[in-house]
C-alpha cells in the first residue's frame, strides 16, 4: 500500500503541474490526461493551436542545474516514441515532448523527444523512486540541459 501511495503522490504532483501549465495559455486544450495509477505511457496530450503535444512530466526534487543533463529511463523514451507514432503521422508539426519541472528553482526545462540529440548511459539507478525497492542497472537517455527550452516561473 505504502508504494501506490508514494507512486500515486508523484502523480499527483505531477497533474497539479499540468492543470496549472494549461491554464497558462489560452490554446491549450486538454485532449487526453492518464488516470492516475494507470501507468500509461505518457501523462497527456494537448492541442496547442493545431499541433498535439504529448508529453511526459517528471517534476524533480533537486536544483536544474545540479546535473548537466536531464534523464529518461530508455524504456520510458521507447514506449512514448511507439505511442506517439500516430500523432506523428496524423502531421508532421505534431510534438513530443518531455517536462523535466524543478520546484526549487522555479524552473521548467521542456525537451522534444523526437529532435533532442540525446546520449545513452547505464546507471545504477533506484528500481523506483515512489518506495526503497533496491538498486538496477539502467539504460538511460540523457538530455543536455543546454538544448531544452527553458520557462522561468
Avoid at 514506449?79 to 508539426?93: I, P
Wanted: net charge positive; proline share 3%.
Amino acid at each position: 500500500m505504502g508504494y501506490m501511495n508514494n507512486f500515486n503522490g508523484y502523480e499527483k504532483r505531477e497533474r497539479k503541474f499540468l492543470n496549472w501549465y494549461i491554464n497558462l495559455k489560452s490554446e491549450h486544450k486538454l485532449e487526453e490526461e492518464s488516470a492516475i495509477g494507470s501507468y500509461e505511457r505518457n501523462d497527456f496530450v494537448m492541442l496547442s493551436g493545431r499541433t498535439y503535444v504529448m508529453g511526459e512530466i517528471k517534476i524533480r526534487t533537486f536544483e536544474w542545474d545540479k546535473y548537466p543533463t536531464a534523464v529518461l529511463e530508455l524504456d520510458k523514451v521507447e514506449a512514448l516514441v511507439d505511442k506517439f507514432q500516430s500523432y506523428h503521422q496524423m502531421g508532421q508539426t505534431n510534438k513530443l515532448y518531455y517536462y523535466a519541472v524543478y520546484p526549487k528553482s522555479r524552473t521548467i526545462l521542456i525537451f522534444d523527444i523526437m529532435t533532442s540529440p540525446g546520449t545513452l548511459t547505464y546507471e545504477w539507478c533506484p528500481i523506483t523512486t515512489a518506495k526503497d525497492k533496491g538498486y538496477k542497472w539502467k539504460a538511460m537517455m540523457n538530455y543536455k540541459l543546454k538544448d531544452a527550452i527553458k520557462i522561468n516561473y
